[in-house]
């Protein structure tokens, strides 16, 4: 089991780990790279940059308190 758990952890930090240089490329160098460089085919827009991270945010705290609001209603039918 422990080993599957660090394959697990493994496989988890590499992706973020992944996806934290690929943004920061996208974000921080390629503004100063050329337009007409061969780069730019593997990203989105500059605006998907701003767009998505809003997007998944807005997710995130919609299904955060949408679960909060889960477990009040049945923490308040227990006591009843």
Do not use: N
Request: with cysteine; hydrophobic share 60%.
């Amino acid at each position: 089991m422990e080993l599957a758990d660090r394959a697990v952890g493994f496989f988890l930090s590499f992706i973020s780990l992944s996806i934290f240089t690929y943004y920061t490329f996208w974000v921080i160098i390629l503004p100063f790279v050329d337009s007409d460089h061969f780069i730019h085919q593997y990203f989105l827009p500059l605006e998907f940059a701003i767009l998505i991270p809003l997007v998944a945010g807005v997710a995130l705290f919609c299904f955060l308190c949408v679960f909060v609001g889960i477990v009040m209603v049945k923490s308040k039918k227990k006591k009843a």
